[in-house]
């Protein structure tokens, strides 16, 4: 699959996954609210298995996203930050407007993303709340890194 790749005067949104930072993913990851203690084994799986994205200051990885898909119908946009020093400056929102840019991403029926407090963020780049949440169901394992 070609590369994705976009910028905007020092920042730059890239799917070339040699360009990662794995430490620096895992490192955020296992502190956030929705994957603390997550085994950094775990965190390249995932990436290894989606559409993974960096978000890149002046050639600096400051951000991460991913996206679960099967390229056709569905996307499911998972693990987005900025670390917390570059929180702030708009920089999730333009990451957040670009990667609904992907070329192979274009046409697909749905996208859907599970956010506890971040609403107004993803709002600015056109996400809106489920239309019919009662059709969806979950099995959620909150806590299960935590377990280990």
């Given at each position: 699959m070609k590369v994705f790749e976009i910028q905007s005067?020092?920042?730059?949104l890239s799917s070339d996954k040699s360009k990662l930072d794995?430490?620096?993913?895992?490192?955020n990851l296992t502190t956030s609210y929705w994957s603390e203690g997550?085994?950094?084994e775990t965190v390249e799986k995932a990436i290894k298995n989606s559409y993974a994205l960096g978000l890149y200051?002046?050639?600096?990885?400051?951000?991460?996203?991913?996206?679960?898909t099967d390229y056709?119908?569905?996307?499911?946009?998972a693990?987005?930050?900025?670390?917390?020093?570059y929180q702030g400056n708009g920089?999730?929102?333009w990451m957040t407007e670009q990667l609904l840019q992907i070329p192979e991403l274009q046409g697909l029926?749905?996208?859907?993303?599970?956010?506890?407090?971040?609403?107004?963020?993803?709002?600015?780049?056109?996400?809106?709340?489920?239309?019919?949440?009662?059709?969806?169901?979950?099995?959620?394992?909150r806590d299960i890194y935590l377990k280990n």
């Open positions: 005067d020092q920042l730059e794995i430490d620096f993913i895992h490192k997550i085994p950094k200051l002046e050639g600096k990885q400051i951000g991460f996203c991913r996206i679960i056709s119908t569905f996307a499911y946009l693990d987005v930050f900025v670390s917390p020093k920089y999730a929102v029926r749905r996208w859907i993303l599970a956010t506890r407090d971040a609403h107004s963020l993803y709002e600015k780049s056109g996400w809106v709340p489920l239309e019919n949440p009662q059709f969806f169901m979950e099995i959620a394992k």
